[in-house]
C-alpha cells in the first residue's frame, strides 16, 4: 500500500549499527568506543564526493571532532588511530581509506558484528574505483 501525500518519507540512517551499539552499551568504555569510531565513521563518509562536503568544511569538522575526542576516556592505541582517521577526512578520501583499516583492527574487538560490517562496507567504498 502506497503512503498517504502528506506522509512523511523515509529517512536513511547511515551508520545505524553503530549508533544502536552506542545507545544500548553501558556507560563508559564501549559506548565512549562506539561513539567515537561513528563519528569518525560519518566524517570518513563525507569524504565520498557525492556526499559534497567542501574540503574547507571537512578541515573545519576534523578540528572540532579532535577537539571532541580529547574528552573521551580512550584507550592510547584507539586514540591514536581515531586521530589519524579524523586528520585523513581533512585530505580526502584516498587517506581516509588507507587510516580506516587501523581503526577497524584498534576497535574490532570492542565493536558487535553490525558495527564491524558497517566499518567494513564503509573501507570498500571508499577504496572504490
Known amino acids: 500500500m502506497p503512503n498517504p501525500p502528506y506522509a512523511v518519507p523515509a529517512t536513511s540512517f ?8 552506542a545507545g544500548k552499551a553501558p556507560l563508559g568504555g564501549r ?29 573545519e569538522r576534523a578540528t572540532h571532532a579532535k577537539s571532541w575526542l580529547s574528552s ?16 585523513a577526512t581533512a585530505t580526502g578520501r584516498s587517506a581516509a581509506s588507507a587510516a ?19 566499518l567494513d562496507r564503509l573501507a570498500s567504498t571508499l577504496a572504490g574505483p
Open 14 to 21: 547511515r551508520f545505524a549499527a553503530l549508533a544502536t551499539l
Open 72 to 87: 573521551m576516556a580512550l584507550a592510547a592505541p584507539v586514540r591514536s588511530v581515531l586521530t589519524r582517521l579524523i586528520d
Open 31 to 59: 559506548r565512549e568506543v562506539a561513539l567515537a569510531v561513528y563519528l569518525a565513521a560519518r566524517l570518513a563518509d563525507d569524504t565520498l564526493p557525492e556526499r559534497g562536503v567542501s574540503p574547507e568544511a571537512r578541515a
Open 100 to 118: 580506516l583499516p587501523a581503526v577497524i583492527a584498534a576497535t574490532g574487538s570492542q565493536l558487535d558484528t553490525g558495527a564491524r560490517a558497517e
